[in-house]
């Protein structure tokens, strides 16, 4: 239900598609009836994905629309997030992480690379609708720096001539393998590892004899043989009354030193 007044939603002919709309009902059941708007983002996210990748008017109005709410709202998310594109872009949408890390191990010549091999600037789209570039902050790899995101995956540890690589493979249609591209795990160190270089205990299979460390001498005795005797009936009368006045006995309690002062 409407509580405001606004113009009406030009959504134009866009609308979700059949295997989207399963998806964006899916996403409405996490939130109370009242509260639906709170959805829009990720149902902007479909409509971009279902636009080839950028938003138009007509999207942003739709969602709105879908959301009953005004479409004012709706630019006002579309408009804040970065990861929301208002323009078209290319099939391989590249961006390029730019901030501190990356920029400091060569960010400006992967941005150079692309401006080369594809023969256009930021945010412009190759004639054949293929590829679009752009500049963008922290991408949160900056253990791997420089590195890019192409659509929804991260390419890590990058130099110019490898980008060009990917971008050579992706217009062939060939599969590219993402993540580090010098093959290393995760965020290692290059080169391999620089501590506990030698853990021969961490071998496939059963350790062999010598493998492990030592520890020194082991207690081989049966467990039987290591179990204390059971106390009989006798020695647990003596071990339940101490002897007080012993050479070894402990320090008394208060009440204990009242009693032996009354004695006296």
């Known amino acids: 239900m409407k509580l405001t007044s606004y113009p009406e939603p030009q959504t134009g002919a866009f609308a ?6 399963g998806r964006v009902e899916r996403i409405l059941k996490r939130y109370p009836p009242e ?4 959805a829009i983002l990720p149902l902007l996210d479909i409509a971009q994905r279902q636009n080839g990748g950028w938003l138009s ?18 630019w006002e998310v579309a408009t804040f997030y970065t990861m929301l594109n208002l323009k078209p872009v290319g099939k391989h949408f590249i961006q390029v992480c730019r901030t501190t890390p990356c920029w400091l191990r060569g960010s400006d010549e992967l941005t150079q690379a692309c401006r080369k091999r594809l023969g256009v600037g930021k945010g412009e789209v190759t004639e054949d609708g293929l590829f679009s570039y752009i ?3 922290c991408l949160g790899a900056c253990v791997n720096a420089p590195m890019v995101q192409i659509n929804d995956d991260y390419y890590e540890d990058l130099t110019p001539d490898r980008l060009v690589e990917i971008i050579d493979r992706l217009e062939n249609g060939e599969a590219v393998p993402i993540g580090s591209q010098t093959e290393r795990q995760g965020s290692a160190p290059e080169g391999g590892p620089e501590t506990l270089r030698e853990m021969p205990w961490l071998k496939k299979g059963a350790p062999e004899e010598g ?3 030592d520890y020194g001498p082991q207690d081989t005795e049966p467990a039987e043989a290591r ?8 020695d647990k009368e003596k071990t339940d009354t101490p002897d007080r006045a012993g050479p070894d006995a402990g320090p008394q309690s208060g ?9 006296k």
Do not use: H
Not at 57 to 74: M, N, S, T, W
Not at 227 to 234: I, K, S
């Open 35 to 38: 509260r639906k708007a709170s």
């Open 211 to 213: 493998d492990l460390p």
């Open 57 to 74: 008017k007509e999207c942003i109005e739709y969602v709105a629309d879908f959301l009953e709410i005004a479409p004012i709202r709706a």
């Open 255 to 263: 009440s204990d030193a009242l009693d032996d002062k009354e004695d």
């Open 16 to 21: 979700f598609d059949e295997g989207n709309m």
């Open 135 to 137: 500049e963008v902050e």
């Open 227 to 234: 179990q204390e005797p059971t106390a009989g009936p006798a």
